[in-house]
């Protein structure tokens, strides 16, 4: 494989490009970084998230929008404190995330709270610090919201998020707005759960929420998904309940392996010309995107340790493995893998597997590389659900993190010891 067909291959993203045979995230090459801190590690470059954000800001221009960023994509502290300091706002899905915003500076008002099921003592932790919106998932937590917000003298706002049966066309673990999924309130029981919540004194119902899936790559079920919606939002204002925000969700897909997402900002303007259309462009919006602000700006490197040649298949071991970069275990996912420092020849077909004691420990299948051990390898398109659903199985540290801005680069997280992974285990008398 050559520097430049490798330069061609990579997934739409100019701020991690080759220049020359060396792979750069801006002005920083790659295997600089694995030799100063190690690998597994994950790279971001902070002008690629702020220019996927660029692009939600400029189609929402001369709009009332909030872009509150789905922080469990990725909720590393210095990333959210990008998005925090770009005047974003947060959805978040647990206490834990919330503590992660005040940490990094975020501000609580800006904050949607999302998930089927969230505790008292999250609801109360949310009240406390006034978050801005709590996105209700069922009618059974409308009454216990209520009832924590009237026990402290408050009013939860309140948004209901409501199912509008619309399939996203991605991944049946990542779809979310279809009937037979836990996610949201059935679109025909919405009228009724609104003015349950409406009649409840520890609520204020503020606005309307969906969101349909992830990875999509589609505008239409989009355009659906808002019909639907706006159908809902005419019903609930005819029975006298103020809807004061819409809220679209996240789910913009991002380009793997040649998927082809609309940007941002052309799905917004077919967006809002439906909306300007049903005569709602000018209501507060909100959005909650995740992959599409962070996917494409990460990659994770990683070493060669053996290449271990087979009758059926070939095998190239790296030392990342489903603990760092779940997604191709848990949905098949396909990420590309390149080298850092590109060479040339033939190359050899390679499954490209890691350490971890499971056939489905595997990374890439079925990928043509020019490699060797001791060799550094990029999985690309690792911005988004690789670090933030990392874990410690076989004992493993979790991965060190840097943030690349220009020329300069900080350690954002340090790597996990064996240590970190049991500190807070016990051993009995
Ligand atoms: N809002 C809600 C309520 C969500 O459940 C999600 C994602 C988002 C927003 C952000 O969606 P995004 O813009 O990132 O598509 N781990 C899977 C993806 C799970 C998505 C869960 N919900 C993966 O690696 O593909």
């Known amino acids: 494989m050559t520097a430049s067909s490798t330069a061609l291959a990579l997934p739409g993203q100019p701020h991690i490009a080759y220049q020359g045979s060396e792979l750069m995230v801006e002005g920083v090459r790659l295997s600089d970084l694995a030799r100063t801190h190690g690998t597994p590690l994950f790279v971001y470059s902070k002008a690629a998230m702020l220019s996927a954000l660029a692009a939600y800001q400029r189609g929402f221009a001369g709009r009332q929008a909030q872009i509150c960023y789905a922080m469990k994509a990725n909720s590393s502290l210095a990333v959210l404190q990008v998005f925090a300091n770009a005047g ?42 006034g978050i801005g919106c ?82 999509i790559t589609e505008m239409t079920p989009y355009l659906d998904a808002m019909d639907r919606v706006l159908d809902l ?77 087979g009758e059926q298949k070939n095998f190239c071991i790296v030392d990342a493995a489903m603990n760092d970069l779940p997604r191709p275990a848990m949905y098949q996912a396909f990420h590309q893998i390149v080298p850092v420092s590109a060479k040339t020849g033939d190359g050899v077909v390679y499954d490209i597997v890691g350490p971890v004691c ?33 874990s410690n199985y076989n004992t493993r540290g979790r991965a060190a993190e840097v943030l690349v801005d220009g020329t300069k680069t900080h350690l954002i997280r340090q790597r996990e010891s064996a240590f970190d992974t049991f500190a807070l285990e016990q051993l009995v008398d």
């Open 88 to 129: 974003c706002g947060f959805d978040i899905v647990s206490a834990g995330e919330l503590a992660r915003v005040l940490a990094a500076g975020g501000d609580p008002a800006k904050v949607i709270f999302s998930g089927v099921g969230k505790t008292r003592a999250e609801m109360k932790q949310a009240l406390k610090v």
């Open 134 to 215: 709590f996105n209700v998932e069922s009618e059974a937590e409308l009454d216990v919201l209520s009832d924590v917000a009237a026990s402290m003298g408050l009013k939860a706002p309140v948004s209901l998020r409501v199912n509008p049966n619309v399939d996203p066309k991605t991944h049946p673990y990542i779809s979310t707005g279809l009937k037979g999924n836990k996610f949201g309130i059935a679109h025909e029981d919405a009228l009724r759960a609104y003015r349950h919540a409406a009649s409840l004194p520890g609520l204020k119902v503020v606005g309307i929420d969906c969101h349909i899936g992830s990875q």
């Open 233 to 309: 939002v005419a019903d609930i204002e005819a029975a006298g309940i103020a809807i004061h925000h819409i809220d679209f969700g996240g789910g913009l897909g991002i380009n793997y392996n040649g998927d082809t997402p609309p940007e941002a900002d052309a799905l917004w303007a077919q967006l809002l010309a439906k909306l300007d259309a049903r005569g709602y462009g000018q209501r507060q919006l909100m959005i909650e995107p995740g992959r599409s602000l962070v996917g494409n700006a990460g990659v994770c490197l990683t070493e060669v340790l053996y290449l271990k040649p």
């Open 358 to 390: 499971e056939s489905g420990d595997w990374i890439g299948r079925d990928r043509q590389l020019v490699v060797q051990a001791g060799d550094t390898l990029a999985v690309l398109s690792a911005g988004a659900y690789c670090m933030s659903m990392s």
